[in-house]
Nanobody, 119 residues
Framework: VQLQASGGGLVQAGGSLRLSCAAS????????MDWFRQAPGKEHEFLAS???????YYADSVKGRFTISRDNAKNTGYLQMNSLKIEDTAVYYC??????????????WGQGTQVTVSS
C-alpha cells in the first residue's frame, strides 16, 4: 500500500482543516490507520488511530478537537481538525499498519502535509 497525505494549509487559530490520506491498492481496508505530526525541534507525536473495524484512539492533546475516520470504499482516511491552536502547527503524516493504537509497526507512511496555524 502507498499513502498520500493532503489537505494541509494555513488557517487561523480556532479554525478547521480536514486532512486526507489516500491509499493506493485494494488492501487499505485491511490496515489500521494512524496520524502523527512533527513540529520543528519536537518529537514525532502520535495523534489518532482508527482500526480496521472503526475503533478510534486519540492522544490527550487532540481529544475532543480532532476526529479520525475512514472510508474504505474510497481507500481514504481522514483527520478532521477543529479548534486549531498555534501549537498544532506541524507537518502531519498518515501511516498504515497492522495494529491500531499508535505503536505500529507500519507498512507505509504518507509524505506529510504542512499545517500552519496563525494567530
Amino acid at each position: 500500500v502507498q499513502l498520500q497525505a493532503s489537505g494541509g494549509g494555513l488557517v487561523q487559530a480556532g479554525g478547521s482543516l480536514r486532512l486526507s490520506c489516500a491509499a493506493s491498492g485494494r488492501t487499505f481496508s485491511t490496515y489500521a490507520m494512524d496520524w502523527f505530526r512533527q513540529a520543528p525541534g519536537k518529537e514525532h507525536e502520535f495523534l489518532a488511530s482508527i482500526s480496521r473495524g472503526g475503533n478510534q484512539y486519540y492522544a490527550d492533546s487532540v481529544k475532543g478537537r480532532f476526529t479520525i475516520s475512514r472510508d474504505n470504499a474510497k481507500n481514504t482516511g481522514y483527520l478532521q481538525m477543529n479548534s486549531l491552536k498555534i501549537e498544532d502547527t506541524a507537518v502531519y503524516y498518515c501511516a498504515a499498519g497492522k495494529f491500531a493504537g499508535g505503536s505500529g509497526p507500519y507498512v507505509a507512511w504518507g509524505q506529510g502535509t504542512q499545517v500552519t496555524v496563525s494567530s
